[in-house]
């Protein structure tokens, strides 16, 4: 949901400053922004392009400040790329609240851009986890927007700064690949934002709100890391491969544990058989026939003698071996 804008002319009387045509939106006349004592707040101020060479200024009450300084409790730095400067101001106390505005300063005439009031307390209505979120194009960002007591029947927001559209509970399409969810997280007085298929150009200044009381939000989307994604591909591919040659070696080792298995009933009959063989053949009579025989003396044939003149009665081994 869109305003149209609104130009309301308003002649604000600052010392010798004249303010006029305050550039507001109907839907967000009346904003308060609700800050933590001793906390920090940052508020964007959006302009028309027409203003970048523009001197820009932040007033409360009668007080001016110029863009791009930086002190203890306040800086204010100009972002002409953007259209916008921003204001930060720190360790916020009671006497600090008020009514702000963003200026321009257009050929002497001061002009205001936005303005809003700023109310300090010990317990905000409405504030978030984080003021600053970042995500990477095409990933996800979470927001968490807490809220008092006062806001748990008051209808939930998620607004943009930059063209004032908002996004209540449930899902709404803001792109054509990115979303917005929004949940209320019943019993712990917060909602969550998530938007999701984030692009470039959801980068911006966002707030949370609940009852005309906001608290805003940044977020920044960056590219995404090719390198990263490729190096965890990579990463992937490396251990894909090692867990595949893991795998296949332990195939090899038990397909030639099963060979093994299955050869060695073979082998033990053959060795078996080869024993059997061997030991028939050692032992067979047929084979090795050792004879003995003895030749005894024949007392009637003449003695062999021996050379003492002795006679010899000689016993004579013989072995037939097989041919």
């Not at 308060?32 to 964007?44: H, R």
């Not at 400067?85 to 916020?92: A, G, S």
């Not at 059997?276 to 084979?287: C, E, H, L, Q, R």
Request: proline letters at 3%; charged letters at 20%.
């Amino acid at each position: 949901m869109a305003a149209q804008p609104k130009t309301k002319i308003l002649y604000i009387s600052l010392g010798f400053w004249l303010i006029i045509g305050v550039e507001s939106y109907d839907a967000w006349t009346n904003q308060v922004l609700t800050v933590q004592t001793g906390g920090s707040v940052t508020i964007p101020c959006h302009y028309d392009k027409k203003y970048t060479q523009q001197k820009k200024y932040w007033f409360l009450d009668i007080v001016e400040t110029y863009t791009n300084i930086s002190e203890e409790n306040m800086s204010i730095i100009d972002h002409p790329d953007q259209s916008l400067f921003t204001v930060t101001m720190r360790n916020l106390q009671d006497e600090d609240t008020g009514d702000y505005h963003c200026i321009v300063d257009n050929e002497g005439i001061m002009r205001s851009t936005y303005e809003v009031y700023i109310k300090v307390q010990s317990a905000p209505n409405v504030s978030v986890v984080s003021s600053s979120v970042s995500g990477h194009e095409g990933g996800g960002i979470s927001v968490q927007c807490l809220y008092s007591s006062g806001c748990q029947n008051k209808v939930k927001q998620w607004c943009r700064y930059k063209d004032q559209s908002c996004y209540t509970l449930g899902r709404t399409d803001t792109s054509q690949n990115s979303s917005v969810q929004i949940s209320d997280d019943d019993g712990r007085r917060s909602f969550t934002v998530l938007m999701t298929g984030l692009r470039r150009t959801d980068s911006g200044w966002y707030f949370c709100s609940t009852g005309g009381v906001m608290s805003p939000v940044h977020i920044t989307v960056t590219e995404a890391e090719p390198d990263k994604e490729k190096d965890t591909d990579n990463e992937f591919l490396t251990v894909w491969l090692r867990v595949s040659a893991a795998l296949l070696l332990l195939l090899i080792l038990i397909s030639v544990f099963i060979w093994r298995q299955r050869r060695r009933p073979k082998q033990d009959e053959h060795q078996t058989r080869e024993r059997k063989s061997s030991k028939t053949t050692d032992t067979d009579p047929v084979n090795d026939i050792i004879y003995y025989s003895t030749i005894d003396h024949d007392p009637g044939s003449e003695a062999m003698k021996s050379p003492a003149g002795g006679a010899i009665n000689s016993i004579i081994y013989s072995t037939v071996a097989p041919h």
